[in-house]
């Protein structure tokens, strides 16, 4: 893969720190939102939030900056293989994540944005990563058309554990997609 020029880029990432929780927390209850994020999946997000505040989540919260502004919300986590029960989504070796994201800020919602902060937020944070998996609920046909945009391919269907709900796992060869870029 090419040297990344992060310079390049219109958006940054970085952690979520304890400063901007409550942004985080008024976000996942946004009506475009809490149609995705609900339950315990919800319950599930706001611990593990607090987990990663405190320094003892295995996951990574994100949060994605148009200059100084806060706009979008990502979280990731590394899939531990071969044990991992995600792992049977991926291929043999290399490195591979997890990605959940939300454009929080209204302000930024409709403007064609998600597949960018997608890639950007890929390029200059993961791309060391061989694989990314990520799981819209079947029925989140926007979501699902952006992440195809992106070039995430839906590998097959499953019910989490924490919703009753179809989804699609999908999954994004990085070094594939992002070699030429």
């Known amino acids: 893969m090419k040297k990344i020029d992060k310079q390049a880029f219109r958006f940054n ?29 919800l319950e599930n997000t706001l611990n593990h939030l607090d987990e990663f505040l405190n320094g003892s989540s295995v996951s990574q919260y994100w949060l994605g900056y148009d200059q100084t502004h806060p706009f979008a919300f990502l979280i990731t986590s590394s899939i531990e293989k071969p044990n991992d029960e995600l792992a049977k989504w991926c291929s043999q070796g290399g490195e591979a994540i997890t990605l959940d994201l939300l454009i929080g800020d209204t302000d930024y919602l409709g403007k064609g944005l998600s597949h960018i902060v997608i890639q950007e937020f890929l390029m200059s944070q993961f791309s060391h990563v061989d694989e990314v998996l990520i799981d819209p609920e079947a029925t989140n046909s926007h979501a699902i058309h952006i992440y195809k945009k992106v070039g995430f391919a839906v590998l097959g269907e499953f019910i989490p554990s924490h919703s009753p709900n179809l989804h699609y796992m999908m999954h994004l060869d990085m070094k594939k997609t992002y070699e030429n870029k």
């Open 13 to 41: 990432f970085k952690p979520v720190d304890k400063e901007h929780r409550s942004l985080v927390h008024s976000w996942l209850k946004e009506p475009h939102v809490a149609k995705w994020f609900y339950g315990q999946g």
